[in-house]
C-alpha cells in the first residue's frame, strides 16, 4: 500500500452504513407485484440508481413513475436509518489513520436529505457523500466508484470499497478497487466470488485490520 494520506475508503449507503436494505426489499417486492406482476423486482434493482430503474423496468409508465415516487418518498420518510453494527467506530478508526472515507450512493439527493433528517452526525461523519446526480451510469458500471478516486485523488491499487449488493460489488470490481464484501443483505458464499474479502459487519474491524488485506 501507498501512503496513508493517499489512501480512501468508499462505503455504499443502504446496506453497508445503514441497515436499510430489508425495507427497501418489502417497498419494491410490492411495486414489482402491483405494477408489473413481477415477483423478484426486489432483487434485480439492489444497488441501482431510479432513474435506472424507472428507464429499464417503467419505461414509458409515467403514471405509475409518478405514483411510485410520492409512495417512495412517503415510505423514504418513515424508514428506519439503522447503523451497520461497528460502522461507525471503523470509519473514525480510518480518519484517525488519515484515510479519505466517502459515501458512494446510488440513492439521490432528496432520499438522503430524508437521511440527514433522522442522522444528522452523516454529514460529517464522511468526507464526501456522492450521490446519484453525480455520475450517469450506473451500478455494475464503476463511474461512481472511479469518480471517488478521482475526487481523492487515489488510485484503484490504493483504494476499498464496501458494498453489500451484487450490482455493487460488480462495480467496485470493475473499479479495479480493493473490494469488501458486507454479507448483510446477501449471504457469504452468494457474494464471496464476486468480492476480494467479506465481512458480516463491522465490529472489530480497524484500519490495521483493513490494511492487511490483500487482493
Same mark, same amino acid.
Given at each position: ?74 415510505? &423514504?420518510?418513515?424508514?428506519? #436509518? %439503522?447503523? =451497520?453494527?461497528?460502522? !461507525?467506530? /471503523? ?29 444528522? &452526525?452523516?454529514?460529517?461523519? #464522511? %468526507?464526501? =457523500?456522492?450521490?446519484? !446526480?453525480? /455520475? ?80
Amino acid at each position: 500500500m501507498a501512503e496513508t494520506k493517499s489512501m480512501a475508503a468508499l462505503f455504499d449507503f443502504d446496506g453497508v452504513v445503514v441497515d436499510t436494505e430489508t425495507q427497501y426489499s418489502v417497498f419494491w417486492h410490492k411495486m414489482g407485484v402491483d405494477y408489473l406482476g413481477m415477483e423478484d423486482l426486489e432483487k434485480r434493482i439492489k444497488g441501482q440508481t431510479l432513474v435506472y430503474i424507472y428507464d429499464t423496468f417503467f419505461s414509458g409508465m409515467d403514471k405509475e413513475q409518478q405514483e411510485i415516487t410520492i409512495a417512495l418518498d412517503r415510505f &423514504e420518510r418513515e424508514m428506519s #436509518f %439503522d447503523f =451497520i453494527p461497528g460502522v !461507525e467506530a /471503523f470509519v473514525s478508526d480510518l480518519r484517525r489513520n488519515h484515510v479519505r472515507v466517502a459515501v458512494v450512493t446510488s440513492s439521490n439527493d432528496k432520499k438522503m436529505e430524508v437521511v440527514y433528517r433522522a442522522k444528522p &452526525e452523516i454529514r460529517t461523519m #464522511f %468526507d464526501h =457523500i456522492l450521490t446519484a !446526480e453525480m /455520475f450517469t451510469a450506473s451500478k455494475p458500471a464503476p463511474d461512481c466508484f472511479l469518480l471517488g478516486m478521482k475526487v481523492f485523488g487515489t488510485t484503484p491499487e490504493t483504494t476499498y470499497v464496501f458494498e453489500d449488493s451484487f450490482n455493487g460489488l460488480k462495480a467496485g470490481m470493475a473499479s479495479g478497487a480493493t473490494v469488501v464484501g458486507l454479507a448483510t443483505t446477501n449471504p457469504r458464499p452468494e457474494i464471496a466470488p464476486l468480492c476480494h474479502h467479506v465481512l458480516n459487519d463491522f465490529e472489530g474491524f480497524t484500519y490495521d485490520k483493513l490494511v492487511g488485506l490483500y487482493k
